[in-house]
């Protein structure tokens, strides 16, 4: 029994150790963040002192002031747009992948493995390669500058396909045969049986193409025009554009489009961690 | 990837029992048995076949036109468009490589920091201790915020003048006026630095999982050999981790090949157009100067480049491990 009394000291030490790593860990990644919300709330002035104040003196609502009321940088119209882009991705995701995806799993059709190998294969073609002619099929449907261009192309997506199916290949199969004696048809097993089953994996999915669809920066800034048809990405670009160094209104922006994605990362920690977790069991 | 397709080939030899109960069942539920796996398939094939498809056969072929959005006359050029990238009098050839150049740094030397680092990261999280979650939801935080957010918001700690890094390390004694995003080698080191910070919390969750797929019997029967804590690590957990450890280099190698953002925003280019990436190049000669063919065939040397670099990591982690 002496052993603990001996330990007990080190294991403290160890464990006091351990603890101050991981704050001075926690404050690499939370000071940048902690500084773009402190800049935000500085006048211009204020932000422009060398070396610079670590509080706002004045706290100033200046920064958010003039993303609301400067019309040339129609900033919360941009809200609105990736709110409603996002959204509505996020909708057409589930809705197409998860029928794909239960047809693919539970249902022996001719053309089956076809067209699972094309779409799997196409998860190893790297997006950005696709982007030039995509961007004549967008033109030709006429589009462009539209907020259908940032909603559907990325839809095509095999990743929400492939995590579905992976998803309704584990579920049991009990249920829906039981279903099957019930009379029901395909379509109410898939809607009565197997997506009330799937809540978890349709969160994740929900919460993973959101998060995507809102931070898209690279395909809407070469589709995107008007000022009043962007999403937060691209305005943030223009507003850097016509701000430049004037920093609290720049960070007042960035903070804009931060905050609906961390209240969702809170939120929905669990899927998120799990979905990124589960995309690298599945290599 | 390849156990994955497996599986569904094994399910698919024995008709689901679902399938086979409805065959036994009602006629008419097998008149519509028949229609209905194409019609669940039906919106995403569509979509598919529009943007995911599509984009591939037409990429080919722009790429051996001399195709300008603004022209009517897009003629056919064979394979000019391909042969001009590697012929050093051509008006893109120095461009281009100097982007291939750039991309190349960035990709060297940032992957292996994001399978290092976060490799850290895991192996600090994975224990038991009060807080865990919580530590590893900040490490993970930045990754959730887009590279628009990231990029405003480093060109602005990485101002030489204003800026918060300059002013921490003059605070500490040590230069106070480097030009982060104006000068190389800075400019490398700021744009590795950004994205080892932005997404080594995404790496970490992902070595995470794999950490604890592996059996705590082996660590315990390795204690019990008398094995050192860097023995373990090097016997137990590596060896434990190697599938996800070549799933995460294969991500990050495509990834960082694939930055655009980081410069777009961070260093602009800067100094020059020295650290301009490839996508970045693409994009601007095919969307900007309305050059799409060429631009096209970039893409698809690109691809070609990538694919090979996949395929020389698939062997180096195969052949290491007979």
């Not at chain 2, 960035?106 to 999280?125: D, I, M, Q």
């Amino acid at each position: 029994m002496t052993t603990p009394t001996r330990t007990a000291p080190a294991h403290t030490l160890r464990r006091v150790g351990l603890y101050a790593i991981l704050v001075a860990l926690a404050l690499v990644f939370l000071i940048p963040l902690a500084w773009m919300v402190i800049t935000s709330l500085k006048t211009y002035d204020g932000a422009q002192r060398i070396p610079p104040d670590w509080l706002p003196d004045p706290l100033s609502g200046y920064g958010y002031q003039q993303i609301l009321t400067n019309s040339a940088n129609p900033v919360l119209r941009w809200f609105l747009n990736s709110m409603l882009a996002a959204t509505l991705h996020s909708l057409l995701v589930l809705a197409t992948a998860s029928m794909a995806a239960y047809a693919l799993a539970r249902m022996r059709f001719r053309g089956r493995g076809v067209s699972f190998a094309l779409i799997v294969g196409t998860l190893f073609i790297p997006p950005t390669s696709l982007i030039i002619p995509n961007f004549l099929i967008v033109d030709s449907l006429n589009w462009i500058d539209t907020l259908a261009v940032v909603i559907v192309p990325g839809a095509a997506s095999a990743f929400g396909v492939f995590f579905l199916r992976q998803f309704f290949l584990s579920l049991p199969k009990e249920l829906e045969e039981a279903a099957v004696l019930d009379g029901a048809n395909q379509w109410q097993i898939f809607y009565r049986v197997v997506l009330p089953l799937s809540k978890p994996a349709l969160a994740t999915l929900a919460v993973l193409s959101f998060l995507t669809n809102w931070n898209d920066f690279l395909w809407p800034i070469f589709v995107l025009f008007s000022p009043e048809k962007l999403t937060l990405p691209p305005g943030l670009g223009l507003l850097q554009g016509s701000y430049v160094t004037d920093y609290p209104v720049i960070m007042a922006g960035a903070v804009l489009a931060s905050v609906p994605v961390l209240i969702l990362f809170v939120l929905a920690q669990r899927h998120i961690i799990q979905g990124v977790s589960r995309s690298g069991l599945k290599g | 990837m390849a156990d994955v397709i497996e599986v569904g080939a094994a399910r698919g030899d024995a008709p689901p029992p679902a399938a086979s109960a409805a065959r036994r069942g009602a006629k008419s539920a097998n008149r519509v048995g028949r229609a209905t796996p194409y019609l669940f398939l039906a919106p995403y094939l569509v979509l598919f076949t529009v943007f995911g498809l599509l984009p591939i056969v037409l990429g080919l072929y722009l790429s051996v036109h001399q195709w300008d959005f603004q022209l009517p006359n897009r003629p056919f050029v064979g394979l000019d468009n391909y042969k001009e990238l590697f012929s050093s009098d051509s008006a893109v050839f120095g461009d281009w490589w100097q982007s291939v150049r750039a991309t190349a740094i960035f990709t060297v030397v940032s992957v292996p920091l994001l399978v290092v680092v976060p490799l850290g990261l895991a192996l600090l999280l994975n224990r038991s201790f009060p807080g865990r979650t919580f530590f590893r939801a900040v490490y993970f935080a930045p990754y959730v915020l887009g590279v628009a957010v990231i990029g405003l918001l480093w060109r602005f700690l990485l101002d030489a003048n204003l800026g918060l890094v300059n002013r921490v390390l003059g605070a500490v004694g040590l230069p106070s006026d480097t030009p982060w995003v104006t000068d190389v080698p800075w400019a490398w080191i700021s744009l590795v630095g950004v994205t080892v910070w932005w997404t080594s919390g995404f790496n970490a969750v992902i070595y995470l999982a794999g950490l604890q797929d592996i059996a705590p019997e082996l660590y315990e029967a390795a204690k019990v050999d008398g094995a050192s804590t860097w023995e373990r690590f090097r016997h137990v957990t590596l060896p434990g981790l190697r599938p996800v450890l070549l799933f995460v280099m294969t991500t990050t190698v495509l990834a960082s090949a694939n930055v655009f953002g980081q410069s777009f925003l961070i260093t602009q280019g800067a100094p020059g157009t020295e650290t301009r990436t490839v996508v970045w190049y693409i994009v601007e000669q095919g969307l900007r100067n309305n050059d799409a063919g060429r631009a096209a065939a970039m893409s698809i040397v690109f691809a070609l480049m990538l694919a090979v670099v996949s395929l020389a990591n698939f062997r180096l982690f195969r052949y290491r491990e007979d």
